[in-house]
């Protein structure tokens, strides 16, 4: 069955969006495999997630981009890596372990520790996160996130990188040019992100 290409409006998003982009991540990210890991209990993970996804929505606010797709269906966070771009975590982060609590920050600390050992120096736009709210997957709304943005950084001739957290993303990010790195993330008793990177078109 074909999968439907959604024909919406897509946006950048400024700081008056920041509670509607931090819970379309804390829906879409609910059954994901990665935050299961760092939030095995699902009630906990329920009642964080905003916690934790909002210092991230600031941040891509303050120092990157973040898109909305319609009126909330789904949003991207476009971090800028490299080149004239100082790496920036900021006072976003700083208080998350007090938002989601210790087991959970060290679970994460892991998963971050992991990332970045890994992540690629060339200059490049990192996505950290997509997400779609669970009401409207099937619909082609994370496709046309992505080939807005990356229809935008084939024109600046940037690269882009993400890690999928399963086969069935990864193959998603494949059809739109990412291509995987000869390297899986692999978490203790836990899953794999598939690191991939995409060469401007």
Do not use: C
């Not at 319609?70 to 976003?92: F, K, M, N, R, S």
């Not at 208080?95 to 490049?124: Q, S, W, Y």
């Not at 890690?163 to 000869?182: C, H, I, M």
């Amino acid at each position: 069955m074909a999968v439907t290409q959604w024909q919406g409006t897509i946006r950048r998003a400024s700081t008056q969006d920041a509670a509607v982009v931090t819970a379309i991540l804390a829906e879409a990210f609910m059954r994901d495999p990665v935050s299961g890991w760092i939030f095995p209990a699902d009630d906990h993970r329920a009642r964080v997630h905003p916690a934790f996804f909002g210092p991230f929505v600031a941040l891509a606010l303050r120092t990157g981009e973040v898109h909305v797709a319609g009126d909330g269906l789904g949003a991207t966070l476009w971090l800028p890596v490299g080149g004239d771009h100082a790496e920036d975590e900021g006072e976003e982060l700083a208080d998350l372990e007090n938002a989601i609590g210790p087991e959970a920050m060290k679970r994460f600390g892991v998963l971050d520790e992991l990332m970045a050992a890994n992540h690629p120096g060339e200059p490049h736009w990192y996505l950290p996160f997509i997400g779609v709210h669970p009401d409207h997957h099937g619909r082609g709304v994370g496709s046309a996130l992505l080939r807005d943005r990356l229809a935008e950084l084939d024109r600046a001739g940037t690269a882009a990188y993400l890690e999928a957290s399963t086969p069935r993303n990864a193959a998603l990010y494949e059809r739109l040019g990412f291509r995987r790195r000869p390297v899986t993330l692999d978490l203790p008793e836990g899953p794999s992100l598939y690191p991939m990177w995409r060469d401007p078109a």
